[in-house]
């Protein structure tokens, strides 16, 4: 019903940037929250960065002041925008979206993309 379609994502020298997209398609009502998670090998899947639809966001505090979350809302794309990366930043990011869909418009249900990895090396 919903695909989740992530890109961007590569290799980079440390202190290096790179930007993610996530675009969402399929019978879809409405997006609420959108979000990124990465999982690096040997650890849990963790929360990077979230947005409401309204565009309030949250960061993982490794993250803050680096990595900028957006989304455009008649797009149903969100962005990741990750600047000054780190070696600790290697990782699969996915994408997470709460989603409406025709079949289900009144409660929202979490589609997730396939993940695009993102490696810190020089």
């Known amino acids: 019903q919903v695909q989740l379609v992530e890109s961007g994502g590569g290799l980079v020298q440390p202190g290096g940037s790179l930007r993610l997209s996530c675009a969402a398609s399929?019978?879809?009502?409405?997006?609420?929250?959108m979000g990124w998670y990465r999982q690096a090998p040997g650890k849990q899947r963790e929360l990077v960065a979230a947005?409401?639809?309204?565009?309030?966001?949250n960061y993982a505090d490794s993250v803050k002041g680096r990595f900028t979350i957006s989304r455009d809302n008649a797009k149903n794309t969100v962005y990741l925008q990750m600047n000054s990366l780190k070696p600790e930043d290697t990782a699969v990011y996915y994408c997470n979206a709460n989603v409406r869909t025709i079949t289900n418009p009144l409660s929202g249900t979490e589609y997730w993309g396939q993940g695009t990895q993102v490696t810190v090396s020089s």
């Open positions: 947005i409401t639809r309204g565009g309030s966001t």
């Open positions: 399929g019978s879809i009502v409405s997006i609420s929250t």
